[in-house]
């Protein structure tokens, strides 16, 4: 019952509406600079990306086993450099945290599924 122990440790009731709602989300907020999960592109991958300044892919955010669901709600919180301020909601964080914590569940009992 590996799952359902990966899913108790991910915490802050994650149901899939709010990840898919997360997933959305970074996918339109966040691509730019992260690859946000698997099977997404590289971001700085087309033209406009050269000098574009990259942060770590959402995967590897979440295999950290210090980025918990509070360290990761305050740093989306206050956009970091050179992210600018999205104005999210509360609601919105919530979403992007489970969506990133959801990577770590998948991620964490089959690793050979997630090509990068
Ligand atoms: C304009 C580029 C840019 C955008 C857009 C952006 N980020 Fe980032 N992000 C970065 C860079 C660069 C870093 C690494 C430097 C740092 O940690 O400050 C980073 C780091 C992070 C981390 C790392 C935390 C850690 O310490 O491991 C998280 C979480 C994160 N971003 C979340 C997001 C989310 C969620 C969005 C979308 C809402 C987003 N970022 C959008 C550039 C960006």
Do not use: W
């Not at 709602?21 to 691509?31: H, I």
């Not at 669901?69 to 740093?75: D, K, V, W």
């Amino acid at each position: 019952m590996t799952i359902a122990v990966f899913a108790a440790q991910a915490g802050d009731a994650a149901d899939p509406a709010q990840i898919a709602a997360g997933k959305s989300l970074a996918e339109a907020a966040c691509s730019a600079c992260h690859k946000v999960g698997p099977g997404q592109p590289q971001p700085g991958a087309g033209e406009a990306g050269k000098d574009r300044v990259k942060g770590p892919s959402f995967t590897r955010i979440a295999r950290d086993r210090r980025n918990d669901g509070l360290y990761l709600h305050s740093f989306i919180k206050f956009p970091h450099y050179p992210m600018r301020d999205l104005s999210l909601s509360e609601g919105q964080i919530d979403s992007l945290v489970a969506y990133i914590l959801s990577l770590r569940k998948k991620a964490s009992p089959k690793p050979a599924a997630e090509a990068q």
